[in-house]
């Protein structure tokens, strides 16, 4: 077992294509981190990087206590004590479970009988004891996929390298095999690195989850303290689904103006990036979680879906645009206005096109300048939010990972 440290690592692609930017990152010994980020963000580059498929540009990365690779020193993926699994084509089909398994020992040079005893402790490990002889083509998918990991394991890596590897699985065949993944990796003691597309897995399996995009880490944190405390109105968006809406803060709170919205003043928390844009500066009582903005500070609220209470009134403001059935209550997706807003609520069951009151019962502000946006609500003075005013032209509202609305919508206040 061991750790993995990277160390100001760049990667950049021939044609110029950044892969990783200057990523700072360790997984400790026996820690399981899960590496998350939107498509093209650079999670397979990292561990690509650390498996020794790619070289990074700058920096250095260790396994353990060896520099395994930096501008001087380079050690071949095979030296590096990594196991690995992938997506898809993992397991050679031409080979008996009991070959394919062996290969990374036979490589290695262990002899026979030493080989035939690990093969089947490992696939005693994965549950598929006894299945040494059968062909691939013989097993499920999620066995098959088992067998990958029995062959990961049976050289007792240092490292266990996931890249996708629960991903083709269908559900709740993928759910069963993560809580093995978890219990086997804790069993052994492994430190593991998981790259996956799938949020809910990354924050259902990890210790610590590591949030990717443009190649750089934007945050990092266990699951809970990322959904609690997410770094940026990107994070927020990404992570936990948040609404994000642009404006700008002032001595009572929040206000949008496109579309018009406001949020008062004690709804709102500091992001973590707010605190420096926002402290000493003049404007209105100090709120709690939220000390003194400069008034007109342009920000990005991020709504958490769980804080948007929907409320059925058939003379409510709002609509519900779309609806998706829940365990414990319906997903749903509010029309208020021009401004769609995600709202998921124990107990709640709505179905579309209820027409629904809405009250934003927590938000997050952080400065525009943190996903390095304009706010849309900067761009208006104070003034010219009228109690009736005329419909405005567009919004840049952004949900989730990037959707954008652009709605003609009156005023409107939070309750
Ligand atoms: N072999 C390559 N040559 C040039 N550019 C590449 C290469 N591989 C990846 N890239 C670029 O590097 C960036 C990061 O890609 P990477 O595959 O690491 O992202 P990812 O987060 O794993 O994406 P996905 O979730 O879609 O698999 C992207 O801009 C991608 O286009």
């Given at each position: 077992m061991s750790s993995v440290s990277l160390?100001?690592?760049?990667?950049?692609?021939?044609?110029?294509?950044?892969g990783l930017a200057d990523v700072d990152l360790r997984v400790g010994d026996g820690e399981f981190v899960a590496l998350i980020g939107p498509s093209g963000s650079g999670k397979t580059t990292l561990l690509r990087t650390v498996a020794g498929f790619v070289r990074p540009t700058a920096g250095s990365v260790r396994v353990g206590d060896a520099v395994v690779a930096d501008a001087d020193r380079w050690v071949e993926p095979e030296r590096r004590g990594l196991g690995m699994v992938f997506q898809q084509h993992?397991?050679?089909p031409h080979w008996s479970v009991g070959r394919n398994i062996e290969y990374p020992l036979r490589r290695s040079g262990v002899r026979r009988a030493e080989r035939a005893r690990r093969v089947s402790e490992a696939l005693e490990l994965v549950g598929l004891a006894g299945t040494e002889r059968r062909n691939p083509a013989t097993l499920s998918g999620g066995q098959r996929q088992r067998v990958a990991i029995a062959r990961a394991i049976v050289a007792r890596p240092r490292v266990l390298l996931l890249d996708e590897a629960l991903s083709a699985l269908d559900e709740p065949l993928r759910d069963r095999l993560r809580l093995e993944l978890r219990l086997l990796t804790r069993e052994l003691g492994l430190t593991v690195?998981?790259?996956?597309?799938?949020?809910s897995e990354a924050l259902a399996l990890a210790d610590r989850v590591v949030v990717l995009d443009g190649g750089r880490v934007q945050q990092q944190g266990a699951p809970a303290e990322l959904l609690r405390r997410p770094a940026s109105a990107f994070v927020a968006g990404f992570i936990?689904?948040?609404t994000v809406i642009e404006g700008a803060l002032d001595a009572s709170g929040f206000r949008a103006h496109r579309p018009a919205l406001r949020v008062a003043a004690d709804r709102i928390e500091r992001g973590p990036?707010?605190?420096?844009?926002?402290?000493?500066?003049?404007?209105?009582a100090a709120s709690p979680g939220w000390a003194s903005p400069a008034p007109g500070s342009p920000v990005e609220l991020a709504v958490l879906p769980e804080h948007v209470r929907v409320v059925p009134d058939s003379e409510g403001p709002a609509a519900v645009a779309s609806s998706l059935f829940g365990r414990d209550g319906d997903d749903l997706v509010v029309d208020w206005n021009g401004l769609r807003l995600r709202s998921r609520g124990r107990g709640i069951r709505c179905a579309a096109g209820t027409r629904v009151r809405v009250e934003i019962e927590r938000a997050i502000a952080y400065p525009a300048a943190s996903t390095g946006r304009r706010a849309a609500g900067a761009e208006e003075p104070d003034a010219h939010e009228p109690a009736a005013a005329a419909p405005p032209q567009s919004s840049r509202t952004r949900r989730g990972s990037g959707a954008a609305e652009a709605q003609p919508a009156p005023p409107m206040v939070s309750a």
């Open positions: 160390a100001s690592v760049s990667l950049a692609y021939p044609g110029g294509h950044l993992a397991v050679w690195l998981h790259v996956t597309h799938d949020r936990a689904d948040a990036e707010t605190g420096a844009a926002a402290a000493g500066a003049a404007g209105g």
